[in-house]
């Protein structure tokens, strides 16, 4: 078997940036910058959403209509008689 084949995996702290919500695990993605917790040093990589902050997974229902895009597409699939 090849010697070094497989990438090293690293205590990581995944961290939401809405809620500030820290996910411990391992994995082989390194972090900007380390954090020490409870004596274990992680790699702090930055998530902008997570199941702690998606609305599929929070219950939290959220309608953006920018720019009136929702009534160009009821416009452009309407039915016509």
Known sequence: MK????????????VDVSTGHKFLTQ???????????????????????TADSHPAFTGEKRFVDTAGRVEKFQNKFSRRR
Not at 4 to 13: R, T
Not at 27 to 49: A, F, H, L
């Open 27 to 49: 994995s082989t993605m390194r972090g900007s910058k380390t954090e020490t917790i409870d004596g274990t040093e992680y790699q702090v990589v930055i998530c902008d959403i």
């Open 3 to 14: 010697a070094d084949l497989h990438p090293k995996l690293n205590p990581v702290a995944f």
